[in-house]
């Protein structure tokens, strides 16, 4: 009686819709598990007997949630349930869920044997008639659960057409706690949410490896020196000015230094200003390395 005259709370709208996704994707998790179980059989077996299969895992689901609990799978993870009636938080009553397994599992069984059921009537007229039938209800379900939708979305009660059939609505199972969330921790939240949406606007328009020669040239390089094709010897034609590796197709800029070509080429793309690491030769031209000794290369 008590439970009654207290002021049952509503449902929040985005707790319902994510009880209704919880439970196709635990739907669709047990079709994938039965699924990969037959993956080795002969193939074509599982999909004569799918809708069968279907809803097997259908009762099953039906069984061990709405039966026992009152509350699918969905509902229990958000600490919801099914009332049974619209003033009460009481449970579903049986023959509720009886009509509930009725309308999910066979209706859904139904739904899938439609066409083959509609074939097995061996008439070509009435096979017609029948497909004709079926394909309008259908229709009609649909554009009635459209319909629904939206008016669940005004009101917030009856998110399913099932749930507005049986007159069956969520309500909460154990007593909601108020939250109390601190304003200096949401403070410091919306803080760091705002900086980091701020790096994500930033770090496109920085040219990294520009500032990185920069960097480089300024507290690593040796300075301005003599850049002179003909002081290039035998350390500077194995060693890329760049990478520190042996030159893959060697290319230099004017200077004395000896560059893989995809390290100046991607160099001088993300940076025009690019120069020699080691010289502070500007990369105004590239231009392969036309002569390098076999005593080097062979060594």
């Known amino acids: 009686m008590a439970a009654s005259e207290e002021e049952i709370p509503p449902v929040l709208r985005v707790s319902q819709l994510d009880a209704a996704e919880l439970d196709s994707a635990i739907l669709q998790h047990l079709k994938s598990q039965v699924s990969r179980s037959f993956q080795y059989f002969k193939p074509g077996i599982l999909t004569r007997v799918e809708p069968e299969v279907n809803a097997c895992l259908r009762f099953l689901l039906w069984k061990f949630t709405i039966h026992t609990a009152s509350a699918t799978v969905g509902q229990k993870l958000l600490n919801l349930r099914y009332s049974g009636s619209p003033s009460t938080t009481a449970g579903l009553t049986n023959r509720q869920k009886l009509l ?19 074939s097995w009537t061996g008439q070509t007229s009435l096979f017609q008639s029948v497909t004709k039938v079926l394909s309008a209800a259908e229709n ?17 009660q009856y998110q399913s057409l099932l749930e507005r059939a049986l007159s069956i609505r969520p309500v909460y199972d154990r007593k909601q706690a108020i939250r109390q969330v601190s304003f200096e921790y949401m403070t410091r939240e919306l803080l760091w949410h705002g900086f980091a949406e701020f790096l994500f606007f930033l770090l496109p328009l920085i040219n990294i490896r520009r500032w990185k020669n920069v960097v480089t040239n300024q507290l690593l390089g040796s300075g301005q020196q003599d850049s002179n094709v003909d002081l290039r010897g035998p350390v500077e034609l194995k060693q890329c000015a760049v990478c520190g590796e042996w030159p893959t197709n060697p290319h230099d800029i004017g200077c004395q230094h000896v560059f893989c070509f995809y390290c100046i080429k991607a160099n001088q793309l993300a940076d025009p200003g690019f120069s020699c690491p080691s010289c502070s030769q500007p990369a105004n031209q590239i231009r392969p390395v036309n002569s390098v000794p076999v005593t080097i290369m062979s060594s």
Request: glycine content about 8%; aromatic content about 12%.
């Open 100 to 118: 509930y397994a009725l309308i999910v599992v066979g209706g859904k069984w139904l739904q899938d044997r439609s066409h083959d059921l509609a």
């Open 140 to 156: 009609c379900l649909k554009v009635a659960s459209v319909v629904n939708f939206l008016v669940f979305l005004q009101q917030g």
